[in-house]
């Protein structure tokens, strides 16, 4: 099945709903994802869409200009990739219903993660939203209108009168929203097929989703980002999928921001036996089924979740991943193209990056990120609350009353100074670094979520040795 493996269509995901890397950063980047065998781009807006009208409410800050969303869109065509665009339309849609004009649309009042299926104002809101995104984009041929993790649906009151009636339940009033929207890009878009994520999907049977009409109008895209994906369950799935009328699925793996909400640094290992267990799937699929698979890079878990690994720390697991999926497995000499592509000559599969290497646009950030995730929590923990002279002379009772023995400012005070003008370099290094990928509210929540807890501390120990010291002259 090697030939219908390197037919695939493999689509690289860019979660914009956190740190969405600044549009030129993106124009560097592109080739080198062609390079490395992408073929097309997932690219999930959320409010980083320059949303027009009553939508404008949802841009953020740092959205991109419809100038900046043309040029990426004309540099993706230009490197012959597919752009996909994905626009939530029912689950995750915090970044709309968390406004005040939009909250009425809630499925349930106090919660901005559902939109309320029996309104009609929110099926009309789905469709500008779309009808935005249509109109900056040119000859697509899929269109992602999300659908996954829809929490909470049927909870809402009007739902919970609707769930009274005969025969009414929660699976087919996801089926009839997913319908609505699906009819409605179908009807001003005949030519674009959607595609839904397939989690709200899979539990439903058989024949609720053939007398569903679903099948007909959308491709479902199945996503598990484990190591240990139950193939046969796959497989099953596929088949149970086929019977009910889907022409074709998608699979979805993960790159990167699928191992933990706060993850810093990526597993590459993790990432590439995903891949691998995917292949697996493929191979014991009909080759007539599968339209592709798309590698998701989330940036963060939900709207208001911290941010995960930053691309361009995740580009080597991205470049491993798309080699593998290319290439129909990893073996040395695959290793070895992923190495000249990225300019790392010794890549780490199973640790975390050896820092210092690397010649691909970003890869300073990620030398930078791996040198704080991994040494500047620990050197100020070794400071503060290993170090004899800290724990037994200058402790927070100390500090707090500005007593100091002369001897230990002689034995303490070089050892905070030198760490903490070591550490204010490598950020200011890092800050440079990241203002050539990244706009400033994004540099500013990663330092303040990874780097001032611990560089604050280290910064007041020094302070209160300056304080204790004058307090004894």
């Known amino acids: 099945s090697n030939r219908g493996r390197s037919m695939w269509r493999r689509l690289v ?53 419809p100038e900046e969303l043309q040029a990426l869109l004309s540099w993706a065509r230009a490197q012959g990739l597919d752009v996909v665009p994905l626009v939530q339309s029912f689950g995750h849609m915090e970044f709309v219903l968390k406004h005040r004009q939009f909250a009425h649309l809630r499925e349930v009042k106090e919660l901005p993660n559902a939109l309320n299926p029996h309104k009609e104002e929110s099926l009309a809101l789905v469709k500008a939203m779309i009808d935005q995104v249509m109109a900056l984009h040119q000859d697509l041929q899929w269109f992602h209108i999300g659908c996954d993790e829809v929490y909470y649906l049927g909870e809402g009151e009007e739902s919970k009168q609707w769930l009274q009636q005969q ?24 030519m674009v097929t959607p595609i839904v994520w397939d989690d709200m999907l899979r539990g439903i049977s058989e024949e609720t989703l053939a007398e569903s009409g679903v099948p007909q109008l959308v491709q479902p895209m ?54 691998l267990e995917w292949l697996q799937v493929a191979q014991r699929s009909p080759a007539d089924v599968l339209e592709g698979i798309a590698l998701t890079g989330w940036q963060r ?10 691309l361009p720390v995740a580009i080597p697991s991205l470049a491993v991943c798309l080699q593998a999926l290319k290439n129909g497995g990893f073996s ?21 990056m050896s820092p210092g290497l690397g010649t691909f646009p970003g890869s300073s950030v990620l030398t930078l990120v791996t040198q704080i995730s991994f040494h500047l929590k620990s050197s100020v923990d070794e400071l503060l609350e290993r170090n004899r002279y800290s724990t037994g002379w200058f402790s927070p009772y100390h500090r707090k009353r500005k007593i100091i023995h002369p001897i230990i400012v002689h034995h303490f005070q070089p050892d905070a100074v030198r760490l903490f003008s070591k550490w204010s370099a490598v950020v200011q290094d890092l800050q440079a670094a990241m203002e050539q990928v990244f706009p400033r509210c994004a540099i500013e929540e990663w330092m303040e979520e990874n780097v001032h807890p611990h560089l604050q501390k280290l910064q007041e120990v020094v302070e209160d040795l300056d304080e204790a010291i004058r307090a004894q002259n």
Not at 171 to 185: E, Y
Not at 223 to 246: P, S
Not at 248 to 257: E, I, Q, R, T
Not at 303 to 309: G, K
């Open 332 to 352: 040395e000499k695959v290793k070895e193209n992923v190495e000249n592509l990225l300019g790392m000559p010794n890549l780490e599969i199973e640790t975390f």
């Open 301 to 310: 878990y939900d709207h208001f979740a911290v941010l995960c690994e930053l």
């Open 13 to 65: 995901h860019l979660d914009l709903k956190g740190a969405a890397p600044r549009a030129q950063y993106l124009e560097q980047v592109l080739p080198l994802l062609r390079a490395l065998g992408a073929t097309g781009l997932l690219l999930e807006y959320e409010d980083t869409f320059p949303y027009t009208g009553p939508l404008e409410v949802l841009q953020a800050p740092h959205a991109y200009s």
């Open 167 to 190: 025969n009414n339940t929660p699976q087919k009033l996801c089926l009839s929203h997913i319908k609505a929207v699906a009819t409605c890009l179908a009807w001003s878009y005949p």
């Open 222 to 275: 199945i996503w598990d980002y484990a190591t240990d994906i139950n193939v046969e369950g796959k497989v099953q799935l596929i088949e149970k999928y086929r019977r009910c009328g889907f022409s074709k699925v998608w699979f979805a793996s993960a790159f990167k921001g699928a191992t933990g909400a706060n993850q810093s640094l990526t597993l590459i290992g993790h990432h590439l036996r995903n891949q």
